[in-house]
T-cell receptor, first 113, second 115 residues
Framework: AQSVTQLDSQVPVFEEAPVELRCNYS??????LFWYVQYPNQGLQLLLK??????LVKGINGFEAEFNKSQTSFHLRKPLVHISDTAEYFC???????????FGAGTRLFVKA | DSGVTQTPKHLITATGQRVTLRCSPR?????VYWYQQSLDQGLQFLIQ???????AKGNILERFSAQQFPDLHSELNLSSLELGDSALYFC??????????????FGPGTRLTVL
């Protein structure tokens, strides 16, 4: 069985400050890991994904995430956020066979001026 | 614009009714995925089709069914609708048959309201 926990439901942060959105997972099988962003009234957009290889993954819009197998975490970071980063962010886990995917409950990032 | 289109954008119907949601994937994509997003249950994967065949199944109710046609568009049929089926339904598409590990491109969604 798989589960995903996004540890913060809301993260307020000031513009040009760093941010970290936390994601922990549990799974009895090998997994792929994803972060998606959802802007208001829009569908999801893939920010980045970890399939294998380097544990530091760089994505779009200046985001990056680090896969930590021992801590079963995949936290998302950005060194400098902008007002336009205000959105909901979802962490997701998929078994490597590609047959099942689970999403976290989402973290709402609110960037203040 | 992801290149994935969904119709209709909004749908309002009554309990017990049946509706069909339609999705056209990006040009060249062979896989189509359906997701449900609701306040109660969050984002849930429903089902995936690859080149006309069902490839992966998630938390899809027996009252729901889907298919992918030869032109690769897909339809999600929801029947015997209940109030709890009110949600945003997303379609996504991807190039290949790696399944849920593929990079998926999401459509704008269909908002279903069941009264």
């Amino acid at each position: 069985a798989q589960s995903v926990t996004q540890l913060d439901s809301q993260v307020p942060v000031f513009e040009e400050a760093p941010v970290e959105l936390r994601c922990n997972y549990s799974s009895s099988v090998s997994v792929y890991l994803f972060w998606y962003v959802q802007y208001p009234n829009q569908g999801l957009q893939l920010l980045l994904k970890y399939l294998s290889g380097s544990t530091l993954v760089k994505g779009i819009n200046g985001f990056e995430a680090e896969f930590n197998k021992s801590q079963t975490s995949f936290h998302l970071r950005k060194p400098l956020v902008h007002i336009s980063d205000t959105a909901e962010y979802f962490c997701a886990v998929t078994d490597t066979g590609g047959f099942k995917t689970i999403f976290g409950a989402g973290t709402r990032l609110f960037v203040k001026a | 614009d992801s290149g994935v289109t969904q119709t209709p954008k909004h749908l309002i119907t009554a309990t017990g009714q049946r509706v069909t949601l339609r999705c056209s994937p990006r040009s060249g994509d062979l896989s189509v995925y359906w997701y449900q997003q609701s306040l109660d249950q969050g984002l849930q994967f429903l089902i995936q089709y690859y080149n006309g065949e069902e490839r992966a199944k998630g938390n899809i109710l027996e009252r729901f069914s889907a298919q992918q046609f030869p032109d690769l568009h897909s339809e999600l049929n929801l029947s015997s609708l209940e109030l709890g089926d009110s949600a945003l339904y997303f379609c996504a598409s991807s190039v290949g048959r790696e399944g849920l590990g593929d990079t998926q491109y999401f459509g704008p969604g269909t908002r279903l309201t069941v009264l």
